[in-house]
């Protein structure tokens, strides 16, 4: 048959199946755009990647690589694999179909004189697509004339780039940058003549056995260099093919990037998701937060969550929710999960109790023994170190995260006034503040970072609760939650380091060059460990635990979150100053003074209406409170001996992280008539101490404490529960 009548043949078979193309041929720029990848990308403020997630399991398709990011290799090793008359045709190639008889030429084996071109318009047209049991007539002849409309509309570099982009190579792959990142874990620009020639044999036989694909890549290597080394060449395909180096999920912000996946519509699918979050702060969290694990290795603790919001705007800077391949549950959003807050909240109580005028920041409060009876039994708040400090202001109170002087004033405020305040600045408990009683006040409610960090902006933006953003868009508008003058105040007090010093001393961590506020916190058993604070213009949480729940040891929130806290806030105003906020309208600052020299006079702010110039305790109401042992010797011989602490039906709960020497039980009794030395105090069969004062290191149970006299009878007895573990030696003050 000669060459003329072949292609007049062709030329009529063509014409007659020019129906099966009417429909216009899509523009190289409606193609490109058309492409959706298989990942999403979430970008930070500036467009620059921050994390990829696989969002489409059918088939994995990378981003749209532009000729130019294709190694040129790889260009010239599937041109002679596929196309070697490629620059020379027009769509189809008269020379390879007159090559061969009609039969073979429309043949299910079509590859030999099917052209690149040919081949990129059965991938854009469906009704092109080759199927399992090959190609139609029809679909072949459309196939011609759409390659042919093609060259006619695009250049042959647009060609040769959306084929390489489009093409199946191997399973789910799809497109030269999935083949590339998951077979040789490179960029398509990188890619080396062996590397190239496996890609192109993959082409022509996707799914073939690995011996297979190296005898054909042998072929277009010889093709491309004049010889090669197919020994090697056959062991480098069996591995290649192997390989699965471009995991789902691959960055810095899965969390975020999870989060804001599940919010966007399908329409959006495939679309990269801008964010908020600053790139550079990002990695520095997440750095920081691994270093800092990293030195409290040994100390059963694995887990941590950074974030960072702009206070003015609400935008989210930074968001890492777990400390990355050093945790067994990488997956749980620390930034997210519920955690008891510790410490964290006294700061909303005491704005509460200075907006309601209840309080001052000078006002005194009894740093002693308190039994607060409660419809579980008796509630008897502990300080840290197991010490009372006696009268003290409600700054020092605050600033040095006393504990009994919390629970008095949550008495003055009521615990459901204060679950409606926390919710009021977004962080409201899942039950009411009955719930909770008096524990309220040292964080029995459970919240998550964003939450609580996003109140303590609150207390930076003057008491205004302004929802946070994590994408571009326009602020959503605030409510007013605290008073302006008592979220100044509470501020005010959180920075100041002489207040903090009694439990923090003047050089602990938390202590900047600049200024910020900031309050550290550690729930019950060591298990979650926070500081939280602002400056001028961010505020920075942190969380330090184990997402399991698990226990920390020896770690507290001034060596766990606080240094971590510390390094972001440096970082932050390394060029940026961070100056005293000025008071809002109407604060007063007086000076004030206190009564036996309780604390230093000072200048101190008040709300309008609430200053006073000395604070002294009322010598007569101090004087009815009930002594440790007293009366004349005529009135003790009168009374029998009695135990005066603990109170019948105390329960008291042992912290694992608190040192042993710091847990122990002090037993107070009066003598009465007989002699202080001749009481004996007995737990169970076991005689712990004597005299009218005695002190015990509890262990779990339910025990018997008895007062006896010098001849083992006994006086009086109260009953006690201790719960928890067992103590564990060393501890940092929180």
Known sequence: MTRGLTRTLALAALLAAAGSAQAGVPTFAEVRQDHRPSETSLQDRQGEPLHRLRTDASARRGDWVPLAGISPALRQALVLSEDRRFYEHSGVDWRAVSAAAWANLWATRTRGASTLTMQLAGLLDDDLRLGTGGRSLRQKIGQAVMATRLEREWRKDQILEAYLNLVPFRGELVGIDALSRTLFAKAPHGLQDTEAAIAAALVRAPNARPAAVARRACGVLKAMRGQADCAALDMQTELTLSRRAWPPSEGIAPHLARRLLAQRGEADAGQPLRSTLDAGLQRLALRTLQQQLRELRGRHVEDGAVIVLDIASGEVLAWVGSSGGMSRAAEVDGVTALRQPGSTLKPFLYAEAIAERRLTAASLLDDSPAHLQTASGLYIPQNYDRRFNGWVSARTALAASLNVPAVRTLVMVSPDAFARQLGQLGIAPKEGG???????????????????????????????????????????????????????????????????????????????????????????????????????????????????????????????????????????????????????????????????????????????????????????????????????????????????????????????????????????????????????????????????????????????????DAQGRVQDERRIEVRGAAVKPGAAPR
């Open 434 to 708: 009955g719930y909770y009683g008096y524990s309220l006040a040292l964080g029995s409610a459970e919240v998550t970072l964003l939450q609580l960090t996003n109140a303590y902006r609150a207390l930076a933006n003057g008491g205004r609760a302004c929802p946070v953003r994590v994408q571009p868009g326009a602020a959503a508008p605030c409510t007013q939650a605290l008073d302006p003058g008592a979220a100044f105040i509470v501020g005010d007090i959180l920075a100041d380091p002489n207040a903090r010093a009694r439990t923090f001393g003047t050089d602990s961590i938390l202590a900047t060059r600049f200024w910020t506020a900031v309050k550290t916190g550690t729930s019950k058993d060591m298990r979650d460990n926070w500081a939280v604070g602002w400056s001028r213009r961010y505020t920075v949480g942190v969380w330090v635990g184990n997402a399991g729940g698990d226990a920390m040891w020896d770690v507290s929130g001034t060596s766990g979150a606080a240094p971590v806290w510390a390094a972001l806030m440096r970082h932050l105003h390394a060029r940026a100053p961070s100056r005293a906020p000025q008071p809002p309208d109407g604060l007063i600052r007086a000076s004030v003074r206190f009564g036996d020299g309780l604390e230093a006079a000072r200048e101190e702010w008040f709300l309008p209406g609430t200053a006073q110039a000395l604070f002294a305790i009322d010598t007569g109401a101090a004087g009815a409170r009930p002594a440790s042992a007293g009366g004349s010797k005529d009135s003790q011989e009168q009374v029998p001996p009695r135990i005066t602490a603990p109170q019948d039906g105390t329960i008291l709960a042992l912290d694992p992280d608190i040192p042993p020497a710091r847990q122990r039980l002090t037993l107070l009794a009066e003598a009465g008539g007989a002699p202080a030395g001749a009481l004996r105090w007995w737990i169970g069969a076991r005689e712990i101490g004597r005299g009218a004062r005695a002190q015990w290191l509890p262990w779990p149970g339910r025990h018997v404490v008895q007062l006896r």
